[in-house]
């Protein structure tokens, strides 16, 4: 993620700011420019205190706290993101409203990377079939008490996440009894949309022999490999072919978490390279780990400068996270393997960038 000024005072501003802090302006998002501005009251709605274009807040600027702009002739419409929910939570109390609030935050970032490479990402009722569509459900109680969990996932072009994933306690509770070493709401979104970006790119984009020849046959039974998964465990060599444990149980699954472990590591290095992040470390042999970010991630057409930025950053902040007692920032180690899938996904994507542009 980029660094964002103000457009009035010049003052550094975040991706979910919705004030300035140094000049009080309100400040919002024209995603169609990835840029921030500061606005003044205008009519009935904002006007840009820069270039004076009026603009509309996205219509769940108030219960959703989305800070993103639509052009003033689009008020009361929703914003590139948040249009594409289909289902939100019943919005009846602070609890809900700062669950939906939460995955505002973490939809808006997904759709940040979206944006930024130009993935078509057109809704349902642009495109019935392959459009895209959130659910946010909450768990269902049956009728002994019993909750029945809501399985987060994706089918078709919709994606389902469960609610109960916006909750710290309860998302930590699954990450350790899933025995997994990371599990964010954003991470979530960027794997699901790895699936729907398998029938789109993947499927629809002629790459089904390539796809195979590094991630497996996909016609292998997928609910029997899940519950193998389950039952047996991974294979024991799975990671030095597999990016997580979980991605060993299909290709299916181990194309959406290669494709959001390859949004993780060009967004984290997009801001790396934002904070001009230089690491040189003090030790007898550096060149490794030595960092300069000095190319756009987001742009960059060479995968192996990707490859070669990431270890440096990762160790570095990994580094920082022990010397405070955390846990590791970035606990996955990258084989050879799993940086020639990175790359299927990296082409997939620059490709599909190039022909939108
Ligand atoms: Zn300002
Ligand atoms: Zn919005
Ligand atoms: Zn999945």
């Known amino acids: 993620m980029r660094l964002f000024s103000c457009d009035a005072c010049g003052n550094t501003v975040h991706f979910d700011n919705h004030v300035c802090v140094a000049c009080n ?13 500061a606005l003044e009251p205008s009519g009935d709605g904002w006007m840009s205190h820069a270039s004076g274009e009026r603009f509309v807040p996205c219509a769940n600027a108030e219960v959703a706290a989305c800070n993103w702009l639509l052009p003033a002739d689009r008020a009361g419409q929703l914003c590139p993101a948040c249009r594409h929910n ?18 505002g935050a973490a939809e808006r970032h997904l759709f940040y990377s979206l944006l930024a490479w130009n993935l ?3 809704d349902k009722t642009e495109d019935a079939e392959a459009g895209l569509a959130f659910d946010f459900l909450a768990d269902d109680v049956g009728s002994d008490g019993v909750v029945i969990p809501v399985m987060t996932g ?35 979104f960027r794997h699901e949309i790895g699936h729907y970006y398998w029938d789109r790119l993947v499927r629809d984009g002629g790459r089904t022999d390539a796809f195979r020849a590094l991630f497996g046959d996909e016609r292998q039974h997928y609910v029997e490999a899940l519950e193998r998964n389950y039952r047996d465990g991974p294979p024991p060599d799975w990671q030095s ?6 991605a060993a149980c299909h290709p299916w699954e181990d194309f959406a978490e290669t494709f959001a472990h390859y949004i993780h590591m060009v967004d984290a290095l997009e801001t790396a390279h934002a904070l001009g992040l230089v690491v040189s470390p003090r030790v ?30 990762t160790v570095a902040v990994n580094e920082i996270n022990r010397s405070l007692g955390q846990r590791d920032f970035y606990p996955f180690v990258l084989s050879q393997d799993i940086l020639s899938k990175l790359e299927f996904v990296h082409a997939l994507i620059s490709s599909q960038a190039r022909r939108s542009a």
């Open 25 to 37: 302006r309100r400040i919002g998002y024209v995603s169609e420019r990835s840029r921030m501005t």
């Open 86 to 103: 289909r289902t939100i939570p019943a919005l009846d109390g602070d609890k809900t409203i700062e669950a939906f609030r939460r995955i």
């Open 120 to 122: 078509p990402a057109p």
């Open 154 to 188: 994706h089918a078709k072009g919709v994606i389902t996440l469960a609610i109960a994933e916006t909750d710290d306690a309860a998302r930590e509770e699954r990450r350790v009894r899933l025995h997994e070493p990371y599990r964010t709401l954003l991470g979530h």
């Open 241 to 246: 072919r597999f990016v997580s444990s979980y």
């Open 284 to 313: 007898a042999s550096p060149q490794q780990l030595d960092l300069e970010v000095d190319f756009s991630p987001y742009r960059q057409k060479d995968f192996s400068a990707l490859a070669a930025a990431w270890p440096p950053l």
